[in-house]
Nanobody, 118 residues
Framework: QVQFVETGGGLVQPGGSLRLSCAFS????????MGWYRQAPEKERELVAA???????NYADSVKGRFTISRDNVKNTVYLQMNSLKPEDTAVYYC????????????WGQGTQVTVSS
């Protein structure tokens, strides 16, 4: 059974930083492509960043140069380092197992709220 525990969300001022963590329980983590999706009120969900099992990364244009996705296959954890945060980054962020295309599978975390506000 695949389960996630997401941590690291919270309230931060514009220009600040947060680091999200997603601890994966279950076997085969190192074989999965992983992603972070986000959904803001009244907006469609958006793939923010993805990382393949081999460590290749991909980012939404809106976060390039500000966010970094990484993974630790020993700790079964995927991270999202978010710098230079903007109010428009406010959303619920979800850790997701993704297909090679970046589209989500049915395996989602519970989500963690990120609020960027002064």
């Amino acid at each position: 059974q695949v389960q996630f525990v997401e941590t690291g969300g919270g309230l931060v001022q514009p220009g600040g930083s947060l680091r999200l963590s997603c601890a994966f329980s279950g076997s085969m983590f190192s074989f999965y492509d992983m992603g972070w999706y986000r959904q803001a009120p009244e907006k469609e969900r958006e793939l923010v960043a993805a990382i393949t099992s081999g460590g290749r990364t991909n980012y939404a244009d809106s976060v390039k140069g500000r966010f970094t996705i990484s993974r630790d296959n020993v700790k079964n954890t995927v991270y999202l380092q978010m710098n230079s945060l903007k109010p428009e980054d406010t959303a619920v962020y979800y850790c997701v197992v993704v297909h090679p295309s970046g589209s989500p599978t049915r395996y989602w975390g519970q989500g963690t709220q990120v609020t960027v506000s002064s």
